[in-house]
């Protein structure tokens, strides 16, 4: 039956993973997948997360269906972790909030959503570049995928001007997916003087927004400040749609824990727009796993947990932003490697866009057992104090050739 299926490339994030697993080399790095490691590069399981487990454990919990929509303590804490506790909408009872897997499957149920009720236009306009995952994800989900302008190759900053126009010139009511914070793979937001001007570009272009915030609290440490575009935009009124994951800043990865959300008008909209949620999911994947949910929520929900779990999203970022110091340093000072690293440093989030061609990324796996995309996004959290210096003189060949 399957002798005519060709054979598919593998992804290119996970891929990198598979290859990374594949190679023998004790001096081997993966700076592939956007995953957190500590300081001796392992990963981490955050001591909020153990403490949760345990609260969880000895309440002695049942392992029935959740409902189609998910942990309904979950749900209320996500939603007011990304919109705050005075949003509006929060309490005038008009978000309609789901349980996703992740990120990814929160973006899933948005794009098939919209596919299915948006009334306007299907078509989404996603930055260029952008995650490698949301062109298959949203055409999958039955959109049609274009791009807008974002990154400048040549200042290694954002293109606003590019993205701008093009905003400008979408037709009216197109989607147009925005990164909320710590933009993947190039490490580059907007500031927030910027946000207000893409606010009031798309208010007055009447296009619809679609957050994606799989790293709040990743960009500066803080879950508030990198929830600044998103609020910013409902306090503008618009009505917005939104992707969250708990991977990164709850080191849920495996668990997947995440919500997607729609401001509506209405609780009496808000109660149409749940029904009609339940029936995108319930054929993809019944209802939503247990656990990850319960940590969540009880993280999210007892005043000295959540304290102490932003004190360890805060704890990350600050390391991440250590290595852009010592990476910058150790190429620009130590090694004199020729070429502008400042970038690394200016950079934001879990990544950082090097600027390192294909071929060279080719040469740093092959020859230093160096494992990166193909686009030279670095996981700079793939980065310690033990294998910083390996890994710069490692570029520093690759570049000198
Ligand atoms: C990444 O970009 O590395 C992460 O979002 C993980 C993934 O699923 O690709």
Redesign the pocket.
């Known amino acids: 039956a399957w002798a005519s299926v060709p054979a598919g490339p593998p ?1 290119p ?2 891929g990198i993973s598979e290859a990374f697993k594949a190679d023998k080399d004790s001096k081997k790095i993966n700076l ?4 957190y490691r500590d300081d001796k590069g392992k990963p981490y399981v955050l001591p909020s997360v153990k403490k949760a487990e345990e609260i969880v454990r000895s309440s002695n919990p049942d392992k029935e269906y959740l409902p189609i929509t998910g942990l309904p303590e979950f749900t209320k804490s996500a939603a007011k972790l990304a919109y705050g506790a005075d949003s509006s909408p929060l309490s005038d009872g008009r978000i309609s909030i789901t349980q996703s897997i992740s ?2 499957g929160a973006l899933r149920i948005g794009g098939a959503f919209l596919a299915r009720h948006y009334p306007h236009a299907k078509a989404i306009y996603l930055p260029v570049p952008t ?3 949301h062109i298959p994800l949203f055409k999958d989900s039955g959109l049609e995928v274009r791009g807008y302008r974002y990154f400048d190759k040549s200042t290694i900053g954002l293109d606003f001007a590019g993205l701008k126009a093009d905003l400008q010139a979408a037709p009216e009511q197109s989607i147009v997916l925005l990164h909320a914070c710590a933009h ?2 190039t490490g580059v937001d907007p500031t927030q003087q910027q946000w207000k001007e893409i606010s009031d570009i798309v208010k007055e272009r009447k296009l619809f927004p679609f957050f994606d915030m ?1 790293y709040q609290g990743f960009a500066s440490g803080s879950t508030s400040r990198d929830a600044f575009a998103l609020r910013h935009f409902v306090s503008e009124g618009h009505q917005v749609a939104l992707a969250q994951s708990f ?2 800043n709850m080191g849920l990865y495996g668990e997947r824990v995440g919500a997607f959300s729609l401001v509506t008008a209405s609780p009496e909209e808000k109660a149409r727009v749940d029904s009609q949620l339940k029936i995108v999911i319930r054929p993809m994947y019944s209802n939503p796993p247990l656990h990850g949910a319960r940590i969540a929520s009880t993280i999210l929900g007892d005043q000295a947990l959540n304290a102490q779990w932003e004190g360890e999203v805060k704890g990350m970022a600050d390391r991440i932003i250590s290595m852009r110091e010592t990476l910058y340093n150790t190429l620009t000072n130590d090694l004199k490697t020729p070429g502008e690293w400042s970038h690394i440093k200016s950079q934001i989030g ?2 950082s866009f090097t600027g390192l061609k294909p071929e060279q990324t080719k040469a740093l796996a092959e020859k230093a057992h160096v494992f990166m ?1 193909a686009d030279g996004r670095i ?1 700079m959290a793939g980065l310690n104090a033990g294998n910083v210096h390996y890994f710069s003189e490692s570029v520093d060949a690759a570049v000198r050739g």
């Open positions: 992804d994030i996970l592939g997948v956007g995953a990120g990814t995650w490698g995952n993947n793979p799989a991977a990164k879990m990544f995309t996981s």
